[in-house]
Nanobody, 122 residues
Framework: QVHLVESGGGLVQAGDSLRLSCAASGRTLSSYVMGWIRQAPGKEREFVAAVDWSFGGTYYAESVKGRFAISRDIAKNTVYLQMNNLKPEDTAVYYC???????????????WGQGTQVTVSS
């Protein structure tokens, strides 16, 4: 079992930056992939970024590549999503999630946090 708690969301203006955090607890995360998935009102969940917990490899959606950066701090059992040059279309609830397996996109994860709201005004 993996328990995930997100923090760091808020209301910002277009062009601003924001950093989301996801604190993980429970089982060891080795061989796990940690991801950030977002859901805007009236839309389906969308993959944003993922990181391989053990090796640190990363994978991004095209829509955020070059603007967002995912990272993990093994000592703190925490995953981060640094979001720069935010756009109104980035407005969504952002979820942290975990699953075993390889590094790829998609939204099929085994464990989910409660989500944190990010709102970007124009």
């Amino acid at each position: 079992q993996v328990h995930l708690v997100e923090s760091g969301g808020g209301l910002v203006q277009a062009g601003d930056s924001l950093r989301l955090s996801c604190a993980a607890s429970g089982r060891t995360l080795s061989s796990y992939v940690m991801g950030w998935i977002r859901q805007a009102p009236g839309k389906e969940r969308e993959f944003v970024a993922a990181v391989d917990w053990s090796f640190g490899g990363t994978y991004y959606a095209e829509s955020v590549k070059g603007r967002f950066a995912i990272s993990r701090d093994i000592a703190k059992n925490t995953v981060y999503l640094q979001m720069n040059n935010l756009k109104p279309e980035d407005t969504a609830v952002y979820y942290c999630a975990a699953r075993p397996g390889g590094l790829w996109g998609g939204v099929k994860y085994d464990y989910w946090g409660q989500g944190t709201q990010v709102t970007v005004s124009s």
